[in-house]
């Protein structure tokens, strides 16, 4: 079946314009997660949803990352003012259950490589 | 959270068995441990987890110590799809804290 899509796999963006990352979740994926990567380093925690509800936002950077995801399906990530720092794969991933044995396993997008210029 | 340790690289050969190592001296005891590997240009995969027992799955195989304190993941014959990251993260049984935790893993080079 279908995996987790995201979209655009590639964006560029000029520095302090706004930019907005799609992720399509699995069909019937509980939650919903997404993470930062840069160069060399392993995927980093920005924020969690469990259907539409935002469980934690402890990871985004600052205020102008915001994330939504009002219907309980697709998500977005969005930045604002984007600075060349912000630079990095943004991964989204989802699971099929919140907790207990069946969020063992998230699955993974292909991720959107943001560059800032 | 619970941090775990792992070797920066380790090389293979092709066919052969490949242990990779992980230290977790402060896990507790509602904690998972988690293997993803994560092969070039690509997003993480899961590849198989365990709490106590010795578990197996048609990726690999992962032996726990009996104190818990480390954990080996094994793939028993190596192949160049196996090059990848390989990471070793802790996940508290049964919470609903869901994100996982990367660290730097280890970097797996399989050669012919």
């Known amino acids: 079946g279908a995996g987790v899509s995201q979209s655009p796999r590639y964006k560029v963006t000029k520095r302090g314009q706004d930019v907005a990352l799609r992720c399509d979740p699995i069909?019937?994926?509980?939650?919903l997660y997404w993470y930062r990567q840069a160069l060399g380093q392993g995927p980093e925690f920005l924020t969690y949803?469990?259907?539409?509800?935002?469980?934690?936002k402890s990871g985004l950077p600052n205020d102008r990352f915001s994330a939504e995801r009002p219907e309980g399906s697709i998500s977005t990530l969005t930045i604002q003012r984007t600075e060349q720092r912000d630079s990095a794969m943004y991964r989204c991933?989802?699971?099929?259950?919140?907790?207990?044995?069946?969020?063992?396993?998230?699955?993974f997008g292909p991720g959107t490589r943001l560059t800032v210029t | 959270d619970a941090k775990t340790t792992q070797p920066n690289s380790m090389e293979s050969n092709e066919e052969e068995p490949v242990h990779l190592p992980c230290n977790h001296s402060?896990?507790?005891?509602?904690?998972?441990i988690h293997w993803y590997r994560q092969l070039p240009s690509q997003g993480p995969e899961y590849v198989i987890h365990g709490l106590t027992s010795n578990v197996n799955n048609r990726m690999a195989s992962l032996a726990i110590a009996e104190d818990r304190k480390s954990s080996t993941l094994i793939l028993h014959r190596a192949t160049l799809r196996d090059a990848a990251v390989y990471y070793c993260?802790?996940?508290?049984?049964?919470?609903?804290?869901?994100?996982?935790?990367f660290g730097k893993g280890t970097k797996l080079s399989v050669k012919p």
């Open positions: 949803f469990n259907y539409e509800a935002q469980q934690d």
């Open positions: 069909s019937g994926h509980v939650s």
């Open positions: 993260i802790l996940r508290v049984r049964g919470g609903s804290q869901g994100n996982l935790i």
């Open positions: 991933a989802s699971s099929l259950a919140p907790q207990g044995p069946l969020n063992y396993e998230q699955y």
């Open positions: 402060t896990i507790s005891g509602t904690d998972y």
